[in-house]
């Protein structure tokens, strides 16, 4: 079984349309969640950080971490088509000595 | 501020032979981390340097190595090539190993 686990859709929604993307974990000791965006032919780049439970907003992205479930999620509201991208998963434990990413979601948003 | 910088960008071999990739890190950032990314596997951890030490160690074969100079610009090497090990191989630093990396553009390797 993996560390991590996130559907690879692809995901296709209309312009406007709420995003909901998950990943789910094994590893009770990760501490520090992380959700980060991949345009093609680039690397990955840093969206948001949470630690431990709790909610995070910025802007129109939400992190969502739900440590009893080893469940968190991304929510992005007013989807535009350059929100398309492969949005990855990563958690890491208190001392951050590796990272553990999910697979990756590849997100299409349709003008 | 300059990025994370990789090079080659993208770079044919041949099965057998062996290769170098480059990432310089940006600057002050002590911690170099590197990453194998494929479609089937996603992104798996090779091997992380902090201050030209090998910190962390990924499930990799000791095909794989890397190194790290004083001035925090890493190396890795692949040996005897195969053709699995065709992928995008992904630089990041840290500043002290902290919660999020910044990432290079990658070295798309491909072995025929």
């Known amino acids: 079984q993996k560390e991590v686990e996130q559907d690879p859709g692809p995901l296709s929604v209309p312009e406007g349309a709420i995003v909901s993307l998950n990943c789910t974990y094994s590893n009770s000791a990760f501490q520090y969640f992380m959700w980060y965006r991949q345009y093609s032919r680039k690397g990955p780049e840093l969206l948001m950080y949470t630690y431990s439970s709790g909610n995070k907003e910025d802007g129109r992205f939400t992190a969502q971490v739900d440590k009893s479930s080893k469940y968190i999620s991304l929510f992005i509201r007013d989807s535009q088509p350059s929100d398309s991208a492969t949005y990855l998963c990563?958690?890491?434990?208190?001392?951050?000595?590796?990272?553990?990413f999910g697979s990756g979601t590849k997100l299409n948003v349709k003008p | 501020k300059a990025g994370v910088t990789q090079t080659p960008r993208y770079l044919i071999k041949t099965r057998g032979q062996q290769v170098t990739l480059s990432c310089s890190p940006i600057s002050g950032h002590r911690s170099v981390s590197w990453y194998q990314q494929t479609p089937g596997q996603g992104l798996q951890f090779l091997f992380e340097y902090f201050s030209e030490t090998q910190r962390n160690k990924g499930n990799f074969p000791g095909r794989f190595s890397g190194r790290q100079f004083s001035n925090s610009r890493s190396e890795m090497n692949v040996s005897t090539l195969e053709l699995g090990d065709s992928a995008l191989y992904l630089c990041a630093s840290t500043a002290q190993g902290g919660y999020g990396y910044t990432f290079g553009s990658g070295t798309r390797l491909t072995v025929v």
């Open positions: 990563a958690m890491s434990s208190y001392n951050f000595n590796k990272f553990y």
